[in-house]
């Protein structure tokens, strides 16, 4: 186990790599703000709502504006032969008959930024509402997850404690139907970059069906004898407790998800291979294995500091950092700097960018609703990253200090990257 002065070495040594990063033209740095389909569903909802917006997306600095375009209710907002589209949002009914996606990219290329167009990939509605293709279709119940909670198993689209209703990852069929709404927007519309978003297993809950049990067999070469516990099991705290399979299981999830974003590379490459093909999670790599997210390169080592615990020896192969173009890190955290803090902007991105190896572009991200100095954010993400992005436009209403925060920023980065160009 590396000691806490070792890793703080680790992590300055990558902070000197920034050095080639740094050198870059500054309009190569992608400077994005995300736009969050449900939160801004009545804002982005008018024409000239949407033009405001736009134009001080712009004004600030912005390069690229990601359009969220199906969350995790499980409907969407474009023109879809495959989805329900998405016409209400907490009592506002969209009344128009245009395109929202198609207006968007018109209106973001008129003022030369880039798209990035975004879309969940597993859910299929939202527990907490009971809205979504999965509680109107009940043939879509076969798609999704089984949980094993400390009250044994259960549908995870009848536990309102859930973010989304996830489909099993592992299931062919899930898998068909994700493509399905990537190929569309492949097909029908012209944009810059593709976000990946809920790409992933929900927790450590899920998925426990006979299908998953199944699978599971089958790359271990042996039965389960005791299923789930084997697996794990819960302590009267709630807490889970290892069994025999345990290391084993979380490398077999994480390469689900590995295999299956390869799967989106290969058909991206295939038809618009110019597309950035990208990906968001939070920088805290060491605890998203319970949802099957090992972003890093692969074999990168950082999973080693944990094969006492979680990962097993073969667990690094599972890394999927190459299969990206981007990879969005979220520092979403209260402060910004401190190489030697853990809770910091600063260390995230050096960890993210020591893990991801260079396998990809490596993007910080923040949240703009943590109180942070939002200027310094900026400039910490575009100096020791590829870029900056910013989340949510929807917090900008009522923070509009934010606008100015975040160009000078902006400003301030790209005025030093000129200088050591």
């Given amino acids: 186990m590396k000691t806490f002065a070792t890793r703080v070495a680790t992590i300055l040594a990558a902070i000197l790599s920034l050095a080639s990063c740094s050198q870059q033209k500054a309009g190569e740095k992608e400077k994005y703000i995300w736009v969050a389909v449900d939160a801004n569903f009545e804002r982005f909802s008018d024409k000239d709502s949407i033009a405001w917006y736009l134009d001080k997306v712009k004004d600030t600095g912005f390069n690229n504006v990601v359009v969220d375009v199906r969350g995790v209710e499980g409907d969407v907002r474009y023109k879809s032969a495959i989805f329900d589209e998405m016409k209400t949002w907490e009592g506002y009914t969209f009344e128009g008959d245009w395109d929202y996606l198609q207006y968007m990219i018109d209106e973001i290329h008129k003022r030369g930024m880039k798209v990035t167009v975004s879309a ?3 859910p299929l509605g939202s527990p907490c509402r009971r809205e979504g293709p999965v509680y109107r279709n009940p043939e879509l119940k076969k798609l999704t997850c089984v949980q094993y909670g400390p009250q044994g198993l259960s549908k995870i689209e009848d536990d309102p404690s859930q973010v989304a209703a996830f489909m099993n990852p592992l299931l062919p069929e899930a898998q068909e139907l994700a493509m399905s709404c990537i190929r569309e927007l492949f097909e029908n519309y012209d944009f810059d970059g593709f976000c990946l978003d809920y790409c992933r297993f929900p927790g450590p809950q899920a998925d426990f069906s006979d299908a998953s049990r199944e699978a599971f067999e089958i790359e271990l070469g042996q039965k389960v004898e005791h299923w789930p516990e084997d697996i794990f099991t819960w302590s009267e705290d709630g ?29 991206k490459d295939s038809v618009k291979p110019e597309v950035s093909l990208e990906y968001w999670a939070a920088s805290w790599l060491h605890g998203l294995y319970r949802q099957g997210q090992n972003w890093a390169a692969p074999g ?12 097993s020896e073969d667990y690094g192969q599972t890394g999927f950092a190459d299969q990206l173009d981007v990879f969005i890190s979220g520092t979403y ?12 902007i600063e260390y995230g991105l050096a960890r993210s960018r020591r893990d991801v190896e260079g396998k990809c572009k490596m993007v910080g991200s923040y949240a703009v609703y943590n109180g942070l100095d939002y200027e310094d954010a900026t400039y910490v993400c ?3 990253s590829d870029g900056v992005m910013a ?12 606008w100015d925060d975040i160009k000078r920023g902006i400003d301030r980065a790209e005025k030093e990257l000129r200088i050591r160009k």
């Fill in 382 to 384: 575009m100096m020791e």
């Fill in 120 to 122: 969940t990939v597993f």
């Fill in 333 to 344: 955290l209260e402060r910004v700097r401190g190489l030697d803090d853990n809770e910091s």
């Fill in 239 to 267: 807490e889970i407790v290892p069994g025999p399979y345990y290391k084993q299981w979380w490398k077999f999830r994480s390469q689900i998800i590995r295999d299956f974003i390869a799967k989106v590379k290969e058909y």
């Fill in 300 to 311: 990168a080592p950082y999973y080693r500091e944990y094969c006492d615990s979680w990962a």
């Fill in 391 to 402: 989340f949510d436009i929807c917090y900008f209403p009522t923070h509009p200090y934010l």
